[in-house]
């Protein structure tokens, strides 16, 4: 790593680093982790937070093949020995791109989770066959992501594993939003499988009353994932480049006494983020829905 790339990849890290110290969270040997992906980072990174505000997770694309895998696997050390095989099951030749993501977790400075996605046009009845391989009820995740999916596409597949042994897969659908017919469409078919897992009226109309204003005629997001040994299934919905007043109203809706403006604030401060990266939902039978903030890294100096 040369010039420029060191100099973004050290900003990167001491964004990080300042947001750690405004939260009071301990990533020291996160942050040693995380200098695996110092090269990627460079170029690349995502900040995300959830709305507990008591950990965050960095993610980067990396080459997808043998190389990106291996890198993985200098990872995986921590949290999977067994994940890297899995990743070349899951992703085959159409996978073109590989995002990263390390995760610290809440109250244990040395636990961590790791994910990865592959992105590209995939198709389900693959996917599926290949979770079933890790006993995942693949029946009933595929009759809630054809539901889900429509007539709008399949881009991503991940496999996620932590420290403490849990494991699950998720699989990320794009929306199109171009008009009035597929805003409506994207809707129904959130709302669909949201009503199958048993999410309530108030998080349905939620993402609904949401979702036009933030999709704004872009493309938005959902996902869904299952666990091992865990029956069911969650579902998210993402929507890129969300403005911070839209996010800081959101939280103060969820989550009324909790601070969240300020925090929020401190961690658009600490990215000299002009917007958020993304505003992400994930729906559940249990109020309020958890809420994560992604930003984008401004690469320069890192803010005291």
Known sequence: MHGLELDNSISVFGRVATLAGVYRLDLTAFLDRLAALATELASDAIVTVPSTFDRLSVSTN?????????????LAR????????????????????MVVELESMPHDPQAFALGVTGYGKRDLASDLARLGGF???V?????L???????DKLIGLGDRADTAGARAWTIHVAHRNGDDAQHAATRAQIGAVATMLGVGSPQRNLVAGLHDALSDGR???SWLRVRARTPGAQLGVLWPGVRWEDVVNVAKTLYPKTGSPARLGELAGAFDASAAAALELELSSVDPPAMRVLVTV???????
């Open 78 to 97: 921590v949290c999977d020995r067994e994940q890297p095989d899995r990743l070349t099951k899951l992703f085959a030749a159409e996978t073109r791109d």
């Open 219 to 221: 493309d938005s997001y």
């Open 145 to 151: 992501a054809t539901s889900l999916v429509g007539a």
């Open 135 to 137: 006993g995942v009820d």
């Open 139 to 143: 029946a009933e995740l595929e009759r």
């Open 62 to 74: 990396i080459r997808r093949g043998n190389d990106g895998i291996d890198r993985v696997r200098v």
């Open 298 to 304: 401004a690469k320069g100096p890192a803010q005291v």
